[in-house]
């Protein structure tokens, strides 16, 4: 099936000319368009997304300095930019106005960088945090030999309940009186339902006082956070969240930082050029603000879409014995849904990196810890209502030999086939 937003015939010319990497992206994309792709920390970009980062931004600077350089005021280190300088701004606008936030910095190349960017320059080294545990979903990165060692941080694990997969607000206050971390960050990589962000908020007051930050690495839940299908963070005691644009939220790879807090702003707009980085990459800017405005415009329906089709699928899942976490609670309330890999291994004999392989086979990408995400799925047009073919065919896939799998793919390329991209401009 050829994907209408690819330079085809670019491609192939080059490909004559013998370009092993044009063939390879062709292949690529021929193969990732005729299946269901369910890995929750990716999406598909429009046209109009794609568009921007093949422009003449791709291999531009600029540079704001206002400041005296040999005896000269100089306003920026580079001539020639004015437009890139004005899509910065427009980006700034359009994402401040989607996130409802007054300080926003859409600079950073990373939900990574964003998160070394927001700590390296609100906590001094010797600081401590209280993170989710990853075996609780917990994002790798801050685990202490990796962001943590790098910025001089101690780390602290935040108590959590499994069963309820989010955080034991019962036992977090006697949590913080005993470790008394300069900031409580929640960085999930495993995210099935909101956090109370106004409860630990409160708790962290009573606790040890108004002066620890309360971070949020919102990777994951950007999109839906920016439709409404999440709760806001900055409006629930969140002092600042960041993350990165190309999972829920359907923009290029790259990070946004947000806060309401003109102090924080500052801080770490200070910390940012020759610290962080120097080279912003314009072009993807100019495709996250065009995502912006996609999202301005579709950005609430698509959330609730994305939810909506998580709850469908998980349901129609855990109806033909497929374990997920989160049963007590209805599995998900996020783009995600959670194969449970101890219970899969009890009951189909099978961890779930063999579930992964299986899958594939089928035509079916998921990950390789047992994580589903709905949201490109949702972008590409599906239905909350699919979610009973689409749990049939993972269902039968992992319950059946190479044949029916082989059959599978087929039904599931011809289904591809039927949805067009949504949500778009």
């Not at 900031?183 to 007051?205: H, N, W």
């Not at 040890?208 to 005691?237: F, N, Q, T, V």
């Not at 923009?251 to 946004?256: E, L, T």
């Amino acid at each position: 099936m050829q994907d209408e937003r690819l330079p085809w015939a670019e491609l192939r010319a080059q490909m004559r000319k013998g370009s092993v990497i044009s063939r390879l992206i062709l292949e690529h994309h021929i193969y990732r368009s005729s299946t269901l792709n369910m890995i929750p920390s990716e999406n598909t970009i429009s046209p109009a997304v794609l568009a921007a980062l093949a422009t003449d931004l791709e291999g531009r600077y600029t540079l704001p300095l206002k400041d005296v350089l040999h005896g000269e005021v100089v306003e920026n280190g580079y001539r020639g930019t004015h437009f890139i300088d004005q899509i910065q701004q427009e980006t700034e606008k359009k994402i401040s106005k989607l996130f409802r936030a007054p300080y926003c910095d859409v600079r950073p190349l990373s939900g990574h960088l964003s998160a070394m960017i927001v700590l390296g320059a609100l906590l001094p080294r010797g600081s401590k945090i209280s993170v989710i545990p990853v075996e609780y979903g917990g994002y790798d990165g801050y685990d202490p030999g990796r962001l943590p060692s790098l910025l001089g941080l101690k780390v602290t694990y935040l108590p959590f309940d499994e069963d309820a997969w989010d955080m034991d607000y019962e036992a977090l206050e006697d949590h913080l009186k005993a470790e008394k971390p300069d900031a409580v960050l929640l960085g999930s990589s495993f995210p099935l339902f909101p956090f109370d962000t106004k409860r630990i908020r409160e708790t962290m007051d009573d606790a040890i006082g108004e002066e620890p930050y309360l971070l949020m690495d919102s990777s994951h839940i950007l999109g839906l956070i920016a439709g409404g299908a999440y709760p806001d963070p900055l409006k629930h005691g969140v002092d600042v969240h960041y993350g990165s644009t190309h999972k829920t939220f359907p923009g290029p790879q790259r990070g946004i930082i947000l806060t309401l807090w003109e102090d924080i702003a500052k801080k770490m707009d200070e910390n940012f050029f020759w610290r962080w980085q120097d080279n912003c990459h314009w072009a993807s800017i100019a495709a996250l603000g065009i995502a912006a405005e996609e999202m301005l415009r579709w950005g609430g329906k698509y959330s609730r879409a994305i939810v909506g089709m998580s709850k469908r699928l998980s349901k129609e899942l855990a109806e033909r014995g497929l374990p997920l976490r989160g049963a007590s609670r209805g599995y998900t309330r996020t783009h995600q849904i959670h194969i449970h890999p101890r219970a899969m291994r009890e009951k189909w004999h099978m961890g779930v990196v063999k579930v992964a392989e299986i899958l594939e086979e089928a035509g079916i990408i998921i990950d390789n810890v047992g994580r589903m995400g709905t949201q490109e799925l949702v972008r590409l047009g599906a239905a909350p209502s699919d979610g009973v073919r689409i749990a049939e065919w993972i269902a039968e896939a992992l319950s059946s030999d190479g044949e029916r799998r082989e059959e599978i793919r087929e039904e599931i390329k011809r289904y591809r086939e039927s949805l067009k991209l949504a949500y778009t401009l």
